[in-house]
């Protein structure tokens, strides 16, 4: 019963392990700005994972419902790739239609000035940290604007449906107040 329920909200034991312990060195390291970008230079809400196939298009979509200026990519992926069937069904059960979403591979991804960078896991900052700067950009860990804030979105590739469902709550939870404070800081 407790593995079933750890597997349901956290995607397996090593899933709340990695959150665990990812909460505890974002703490540690007082990541704020992490969470608190300079708004007045963010211009595009970027959404970024390894596959950009499960969580970077399902916020990426949620976000497009408010502003157009979002994007979505994996660091580790092929362009032109679907979003994975899964993430597709539990998508479309949320209400939100997935099958037009074609993967943009880091290496293809046409960076701009303003981007923000909104990675899932914390292990994913050194994947794009050499990028954003290059590109004068910012990144964030999307998960610090969830209720109840996490450094850990952890990756439901793989993992249950249940699963799927919870991760994909955390991001609504995130996207939901992630724009609500960039729609607030485009107002001249």
């Known amino acids: 019963m407790l593995l079933q329920r750890i597997n349901q909200q956290y995607g397996s034991y090593r899933g709340l392990v990695r959150l665990l312990l990812a909460n505890l060195r974002w703490r540690a390291n007082r990541g704020h700005a992490l969470r608190h970008p300079d ?7 970027v959404f970024v ?12 979509y949620l976000a497009l419902q408010h502003t157009n200026q979002v994007a979505s990519l994996g660091y580790a992926t092929t362009s032109g790739q679907p979003a994975y069937p899964l993430a597709i069904k539990v998508a479309n059960s949320r209400g939100l239609d ?34 954003a700067q290059q590109h004068q950009a910012q990144v964030a ?5 969830a209720s109840p804030a996490a450094a850990l979105l952890y990756d439901p590739h793989s993992l249950s449906e249940p699963y799927f469902h919870s991760c ?17 800081a485009q107002r001249p």
């Open 141 to 145: 860990l999307l998960g610090l604007w």
């Open 49 to 60: 994972c390894q596959g950009n196939i499960c969580r970077s298009p399902y916020a990426h």
């Open 168 to 184: 994909y709550q955390r991001i609504e939870s995130a996207v939901s107040a992630l724009v609500t404070e960039f729609l607030q």
């Open 98 to 131: 997935l099958s037009a979403h074609r993967t943009t591979d880091i290496s293809d991804f046409h960076f701009a000035s303003g981007d923000l960078l909104l990675v899932m896991e914390d292990r994913h900052l050194a994947k794009v940290q050499a990028s």
């Open 39 to 45: 708004w007045r230079k963010v211009k595009r809400l």
